[in-house]
C-alpha cells in the first residue's frame, strides 16, 4: 500500500482540517494518522493518508489540494511518502 | 511511522534549501543505427532517440508531482557518434548534418541537452574522429541542444598531444562561430582526460560502449542543503563537520536513488548509476562557494581552499557512497565558475585565480569549468591550458575535463552572459608567455610508470 504524507503549512485558522478531510473523504482516502505542531509561529500540519482506494490519481489530488491551500492562506502538499522513508529511514 | 518533524526538515530542504534532482539523463546506445548511408543512419538514429526517450519528460513531471520534489533537467546521451557514424561521414558537413539530426531528436523528446558528440582519441584519431573533431564548431554553433565531448588522454594511455592542438584551435574557432551569442557554443564543449567508462553529466555526457541498450543515470544536487546544515555546526571542529556532511549528503543522495528506482520501474529501462554531486546553479543559495566560505574562508581562492574542497568532496561521496547501490559518474562537487554566484564575486573579488582553480581539480569531480578567458587568447595557450589540466589527470589517476570559453572581443574586466543554468562569467586573466613550440611537437605524451599494472 503506497501511503501519502498531505502537509499544511501557513497561519493557523477556523476550519483548515475540517476543509482537507471533508475533500479527502469525498475522494475515498482514508486518514490513517494526523499530527500538528507550531513551529517559527507557523501552523504545521501532517497527515498520513491512505489513498489506495481514492477515486483520483495522486498527481490530480495534491494538484486539487494545492488549490484548497490557496484559497485557505496555507501551503498544502501531497506527497508519496516514500520520499520520508528513504531519507529519514536506513 | 515517520514524524512531523522529518516531513518538515525534508520538505524545507525542498522549498527554502534549493535541494533538487539536477537530471535524470536515460543513456541511449546508438551502435544498432549504423548502416550503409548518411541517410539511413540519420534515419536510424532519430527513430532510436526518439522511441527510447518519448515518455521522458512527462514521466520526470510525473515523479516530480508525486514525490514533491523539482526533477531540473531530462537528459539524453548517446553513443560517440564517432562510433556510430565514422563509416559514413566522410566530411566534417556530415557530421554536422548528424548534429543537426540529433538537436531535432532533442526537442521532438522535449529534452534540454543532448550529449554524445563525441570522440574517443586518449591513444589516436582514426579518420573518423578527426572529421568528428574539426566538425565541432558548426556543429555547436548550428545547434542548440547538442553537446559535445573529446577525451583526449588517459593513465593507461598517455595524452594524445595531437588531438590537443587540434582542440585548442577548435575551441577558437567554436568562439568565433558563436560570438554573437557570447562564444556560448564553448559552453557545450568538454575536453576529457580519463573520461569514465559512462558519464551522465552534461556537458560532457555520451552512453559508455560498454553499457546496456539504455539505461537510467539520475544527478542529485543540493549545495544549498549542505551549507544550511553547516552552519548549525558553525566553528566546530573537523569530526563535527565531517559528520554533518556526511548525513546531509546520504540525505540528498537517497532522494536521488528514490526518483531513479522510480523513473526506471516507470519507463521499463534499467537503473545505471546515481551521481553523487553538488552541482550549483547561479540561484543565490545553491552555490559550492558558499559551502567553502561557511567552512571559513573569506572566499573561495584563498589559502586553505584546495584543502577545504578536498574535504568537502571526500564527505559528499563518503556519505553518498552509502545511500545508493550504484554510484558512478564523476561525482563530488562541482566547480564550474560562471554557474555559481559566489564562484563569480571571488573572480570578482581577486580572490580565486585561474591558478588557483588548477590545483582546486586535482581534489575534485571535473576540471577548469565555464571559465571565460579573454578572446585573445591563442589557441596554443589554450591548448597549453589543456595539456597541463590533461596531466593533472592522467598522473593522478582521475578524471579531468576543460570547459573554457576565449570571449571573443572581450577583455579582462568584461563579463559573457549565457543565461539559464549556464549563468554568466567575468573574464579572467591568463598567463600569455608563449607555449607554442611545446604545442607544435605533436605526437603523444607517454602513459605515465604508474600505469604499467597488471
Redesign the interface.
Known amino acids: 500500500m503506497d501511503k501519502t504524507?498531505i502537509?499544511v503549512?501557513g497561519k493557523d485558522n477556523v476550519g483548515i482540517i475540517a476543509k482537507v478531510c471533508t475533500y479527502l473523504a469525498n475522494n475515498h482516502v482514508n486518514i490513517l494518522?494526523i499530527?500538528?505542531?507550531i513551529?517559527g509561529g507557523f501552523f504545521?500540519m501532517?497527515m498520513?493518508v491512505d489513498s489506495s482506494e481514492a477515486t483520483k490519481d495522486?498527481?490530480i489530488f495534491?494538484?486539487e489540494l494545492k488549490q484548497i491551500g490557496e484559497e485557505l492562506g496555507v501551503v498544502i502538499?501531497?506527497?508519496?511518502?516514500?520520499?520520508?522513508?528513504?531519507?529519514?529511514?536506513i | 511511522m515517520i514524524n512531523i518533524n522529518e516531513v518538515i526538515e525534508t520538505n524545507k530542504m525542498i522549498s527554502e534549501m534549493n535541494l533538487d534532482v539536477r537530471t535524470i539523463t536515460i543513456g541511449i546506445s546508438l551502435l544498432d543505427c549504423v548502416g550503409s548511408t548518411l541517410s539511413e543512419v540519420k534515419e536510424n538514429i532519430y527513430a532510436k532517440i526518439t522511441t527510447v526517450a518519448k515518455d521522458l519528460v512527462k514521466t520526470g513531471k510525473d515523479i516530480e508531482k508525486e514525490f514533491g520534489i523539482p526533477i531540473v533537467n531530462k537528459r539524453i546521451s548517446i553513443t560517440p557518434i564517432a562510433l556510430v557514424a565514422g563509416n559514413v561521414c566522410k566530411t566534417s558537413d556530415d557530421f554536422v548534418e548528424l548534429a543537426k539530426v540529433l538537436d531535432k531528436a532533442a526537442k521532438q523528446v522535449g529534452v534540454n541537452f543532448l550529449g554524445g558528440y563525441s570522440a574517443l582519441v586518449s591513444k589516436g584519431m582514426t579518420k573518423a574522429d578527426e572529421l568528428l573533431i574539426r566538425s565541432i564548431p558548426k556543429a555547436m554553433a548550428e545547434t542548440d541542444f547538442v553537446c559535445s565531448s573529446v577525451n583526449v588522454g588517459s593513465t593507461k594511455t598517455g595524452i594524445n598531444m595531437d588531438a590537443v592542438k587540434l582542440i585548442g584551435e577548435m575551441i577558437k574557432e567554436t568562439a568565433e562561430l558563436t560570438k554573437d551569442n557570447d562564444c556560448l557554443g564553448c559552453g557545450k564543449f568538454v575536453v576529457f582526460c580519463n573520461a569514465p567508462d559512462d558519464n551522465p553529466f552534461m556537458a560532457g555526457a555520451f552512453h559508455g560502449v560498454t553499457e546496456t541498450d539504455s539505461v537510467i543515470n539520475v544527478g542529485v544536487s543540493g549545495p544549498g542543503v549542505v551549507k544550511r546544515a553547516i552552519e548549525l555546526v558553525h566553528g566546530e571542529n573537523f569530526e563535527v563537520l565531517c559528520e554533518t556532511i556526511k548525513k546531509t549528503a546520504f540525505k540528498i543522495t537517497r532522494v536521488g536513488q528514490l526518483v531513479a528506482k522510480e523513473a526506471s520501474k516507470r519507463l521499463g529501462i534499467p537503473f545505471g548509476i546515481i551521481d553523487l554531486s553538488l552541482a550549483p546553479t547561479p540561484a543565490v543559495g545553491d552555490s559550492v562557494g558558499e559551502i567553502l566560505e561557511e567552512i571559513g574562508l573569506e572566499y573561495t581562492g584563498a589559502p586553505g581552499t584546495t584543502a577545504a574542497l578536498a574535504m568537502l568532496n571526500d564527505q559528499v561521496k563518503k556519505g553518498g557512497v552509502m545511500a545508493s547501490s550504484y554510484v558512478g559518474g564523476l561525482s563530488g562537487a562541482f566547480i564550474p565558475v560562471s554557474e555559481d554566484q559566489r564562484m563569480i564575486d571571488a573572480v570578482n573579488a581577486g580572490a580565486l585565480t585561474l591558478e588557483k582553480l588548477e590545483a582546486m581539480t586535482c581534489v575534485c569531480s571535473v576540471g577548469l569549468d565555464m571559465i571565460a578567458i579573454p578572446g585573445k587568447t591563442k589557441a596554443a595557450t589554450i591548448a597549453g591550458l589543456i595539456a597541463d589540466e590533461m596531466a593533472l589527470g592522467m598522473i593522478n589517476q582521475k578524471t579531468t575535463a576543460v570547459r573554457i570559453i576565449p570571449a571573443i572581443g572581450k577583455d579582462v574586466g568584461d563579463q559573457v552572459e549565457f543565461g539559464g543554468l549556464l549563468g554568466y562569467a567575468p573574464v579572467m586573466p591568463v598567463n600569455e608567455f608563449s607555449c607554442d613550440d611545446f604545442i607544435n611537437r605533436g605526437g603523444r605524451i607517454p602513459a605515465p610508470i604508474h600505469s604499467f599494472k597488471n
Open positions: 504524507v502537509t503549512v494518522d499530527s500538528q505542531t513551529t504545521n501532517m498520513v495522486i498527481t495534491s494538484e502538499q501531497a506527497q508519496n511518502e516514500k520520499i520520508f522513508n528513504v531519507m529519514h529511514r
